[in-house]
């Protein structure tokens, strides 16, 4: 079965700093695809980056990258310039296929992220 | 604005009763997910539906049901047989062939049993 692991619930940043979040997966699938989500306060999920398994070069979106490392099943999130707004819960996410030609997701348990001014 | 609804935001609950969270969605998408959220945990899927008047479970139905009778909504009804109800809620949905399995996301509800 496909699983996400994100081993830390919070970390601290600094404003303007560059942080990376962590993330690694166990699937057999050869076609898979990772996702990034942000969660603010407020509780609605923002998508932030999309890595497509067969994608060579690492995703981008602004602020966020993605540093994907295939051997090691990794899938960090690299925020870089980080501001205040960018405090919320972030989770690491991966597709997972189903008959018809949907997708479902699996999420990990999350980080808190904290940006000190 | 195109978006997903979900209402009520905040729902409290007797034990013992049933209670259905609204989802409501205009933008025209065919898939829809029920998705929870306990605190320290990531999502887990409950229930999703493809198209009209089908779904499947998810991983956690147990003590859910769920109907598709249009394409723009997916009631969820937490019914009295799930042993621990409190939590928040988050729907979702996605168009069969946008960017591949990116979902959007009401703002979800939080339940609470008293």
């Known amino acids: 079965a496909q699983k996400i692991t994100q081993t830390q619930p919070g970390m601290f940043v600094q404003e303007k700093e560059a942080v990376t979040l962590d993330c690694t997966y166990d699937?057999?699938?050869?076609?898979?695809?990772l996702f990034w989500y942000k969660q603010p306060s407020s509780g609605e999920m923002i998508f932030l980056i999309y890595?497509?398994?067969?994608?060579?070069q690492n995703a981008t979106e602004g602020r966020y990258s993605l540093n994907f490392q295939k051997a090691r099943k990794s899938a960090n999130l690299v925020i870089s310039a980080s501001q205040l707004g960018d405090s919320a819960m972030y989770f690491c996410?991966?597709?997972?296929?189903?008959?018809?030609?949907?997708?479902?997701?699996?999420f990990g348990a999350g980080t808190r992220l904290a940006v000190h001014p | 604005d195109g978006g997903i609804t979900q209402s009520p935001k905040y729902l409290f609950r007797k034990e013992g009763q049933n209670v259905t969270l609204s989802c409501e969605q205009n933008?025209?998408?065919?898939?829809m997910y029920w998705y929870r959220q306990d605190p320290g945990q990531g999502l887990r899927l409950i229930y999703y539906?493809?198209?009209?008047?089908?779904?499947q479970k998810g991983d956690i139905a147990e003590g859910y049901s769920v109907s598709r009778e249009k394409k723009e909504s997916f009631p969820l009804t937490v019914t009295s047989a799930q042993k621990n109800p409190t939590a928040f809620y988050l729907c979702?949905?996605?168009?069969?062939?946008?960017?591949?399995?990116?979902?959007?996301f009401g703002e979800g509800s939080r339940l609470t049993v008293l």
């Open positions: 979702a949905s996605r168009q069969k062939g946008g960017r591949v399995g990116e979902l959007f």
């Open positions: 699937t057999s699938d050869q076609s898979y695809g």
């Open positions: 890595q497509g398994s067969y994608d060579e």
């Open positions: 996410a991966m597709r997972e296929p189903v008959s018809g030609g949907y997708n479902k997701l699996i």
């Open positions: 933008l025209n998408h065919d898939a």
């Open positions: 539906s493809q198209i009209v008047n089908d779904f």
